[in-house]
């Protein structure tokens, strides 16, 4: 459903998710990357563990959570990819966030 537009020329840059390596370029959203490497199941609810994916891809929905580098309850619409990022499915709730 998901594909890239000819012609859209940025820097190649690779992410991993789940220990997988997906090709994004630079620019693109953690969402954006995923769905064009056809990973549509970001998360798990907490009650049933349903899967969920990006929804409305502008930050409203939470549909999009997933683990950034170790950081649960990252939202993949609203987090720049970068280069060497990992990202991993979140279970459920994922762990709360505590401040440094």
């Known amino acids: 459903m998901f594909?890239?537009?000819e012609g859209a020329s940025r820097t190649p840059i690779t992410l991993r998710f789940e220990g997988r390596a997906i090709a994004a370029r630079a620019g693109d959203t953690v969402a954006a990357a995923?769905?064009?490497a056809g990973i549509e199941s970001f998360r798990t609810t907490p009650?049933?563990?349903s899967p969920r994916g990006p929804l409305c891809l502008m930050g409203a929905c939470f549909d999009c959570l997933v683990i950034v580098d170790g950081v649960p309850n990252r939202q993949a619409c609203l987090v720049p990819a970068a280069d060497g990022m990992?990202?991993?499915r979140q279970d459920g709730m994922g762990?709360?966030?505590t401040p440094s």
């Open 34 to 36: 995923l769905l064009a």
């Open 86 to 88: 990992e990202i991993a």
């Open 95 to 97: 762990a709360p966030i």
């Open 47 to 49: 009650r049933t563990g």
């Open 3 to 5: 594909r890239r537009l």
